[in-house]
């Protein structure tokens, strides 16, 4: 719908005005309120002699053919997130690729850290804060556990949310968003707290993305979500014991990039493409975006445990993808090898790495873990976050699909074996990876939130009609 502004009022309320801004495409007036309105006009000789029930219902029918030209306009997506580890803004990307490739230009999708570009200490500053904690793990797991309690984390949040309200409000009505996604655990209270504060609750469809896939923190789950996304059965138990109600809660997986589920994998074509061996194993080695763990160490054991001395000839072939870690890429090109070796930067087409390989040695982040499973790796977990990544461990395990160790040998040592004499091993791993991934997740969240959207809409329209 469209609204014809009236001259603003100077002692206008901030609620007022945030509706102003965000709502200027809505209508809220009634036929009664036209009635009144074309009433005064007529006494002042502006209609003469028009009947007013007539006038009335000309309005009426204007306003709905207002109403319908709002129904089809294009809604503005917010999704909030911050760089705060590598996963969220790549939760964030699918989400918003999924919603072009479903909707077209249905939606226009907006990505922001609203937090660091509107707001002040310790706010803006997340991503310094995470990077270091993690790089001092035992001051992450302290951070972690100790905020867990709801009494502990709202209190924080809730001064948090006093004190930049303002700043925060300004920083979600810039964009006038019809929805908006949160795929980060300290993204729900503060914007939700300035919603009711506003009275934008049932006017803005507000959904949580977790992006953990087991273990996550308690800051996720808020009764005042209209949906939160699950990435498995784990999480969506711990949301229920949180408050949150069985209509709220959906288990549709970890959203990940449109390409890994819609490519379509030919392992010998992309060995071709990407110049890898094609007759021999290829193990991916990967560190994170950061290039973090044990990747040099691992590294040298496989170029050792790879190549037989016997026969004189390598077993398999090695891929490291040291993100954006040069110092790592600089030691790996200086080593030399014996085994086969490709050694890449931050690489924006993983799926196609995945593809051409047959294992994968990566620390427990959940978005690589979603993506291997999708392309059938069994997956060796060399290291883990304390807190949201340790869950992720006994995830990948029970389920069959890799195993955990933190030494390099020992990986070397199981890779060897897998490329040798337990090809049978592999060839399991492999099958219970796919029946562990979920490709379409991000399809399905993007489709259930459209869903939610068009419900909205009916009622608005509902709502309008009764109005009059």
Known sequence: ????????????????????????????????????????????????????????????????????????????????????????????????????????????????????????????????????????????????????????????????????????????????????????????????????????????????????????????????????????????????????????????????????????ICKDDLRKELEIDSNLPAVLLMGGGEGMGPVQKTAQALGDSLYDPKERKSIGQLIVICGRNKTLASALASHEWKIPIKIRGFETQMEKWMGACDCIITKAGPGTIAEALICGLPIILNDYIPGQEKGNVPYVVDNGAGIFTRSPKETAKTVAGWFSSKKNELYKMSENALKLAQPEAVFDIVKDIHHLSQQQQQRIQLYNDYSY
């Open 1 to 264: 719908m469209m609204k014809v502004a009236s001259p603003r009022a100077q002692d206008d309320s901030i609620t007022q005005k945030v509706f102003r801004r965000v709502y200027s495409n809505f209508s809220f007036s009634t036929v009664d309120d036209d009635y009144n309105h074309n009433r005064r006009r007529s006494r002042s000789g502006d209609y003469g002699k028009e009947s007013l029930r007539k006038r009335g219902f000309e309005e009426k029918e204007q306003v709905m053919e207002m109403e319908q030209m709002g129904a089809e306009r294009i809604k503005t997506v917010l999704i909030l997130m911050s760089d705060t580890g590598g996963g969220h803004r790549a939760s964030a990307e699918a989400i918003r690729d999924a919603f072009n490739i479903e909707f077209g230009d249905d939606y226009r999708i907006i990505i922001k850290d609203v937090w660091k570009e509107y707001t002040g200490w310790p706010l803006n500053d997340m991503e310094r804060q995470y990077k270091f904690m993690v790089k001092h793990v035992g001051l992450w797991s302290v951070a972690f556990h100790g905020t867990s309690p709801k009494w502990i984390h709202r209190s924080y949040l809730s001064a948090l949310a006093a004190y930049y309200a303002k700043e925060i409000e300004a920083g979600l009505m810039e964009y006038k968003p019809d929805i908006i996604i949160s795929v980060h655990p300290l993204m729900q209270h503060i914007p939700l707290w300035v919603m009711k504060r506003q009275g934008l609750q049932k006017k803005v469809i507000f959904v949580t993305v977790i992006t953990d896939l087991n273990t996550c923190h308690r800051t996720w789950f808020h009764h005042g979500v209209s949906r939160c996304y699950c990435p498995s059965k784990e999480v969506a138990k711990r949301a229920l014991v949180d408050g949150l109600g069985d209509s709220q809660i959906r288990v549709f997986g970890l959203p990940v990039r449109p390409s890994f589920p819609r490519t379509i």
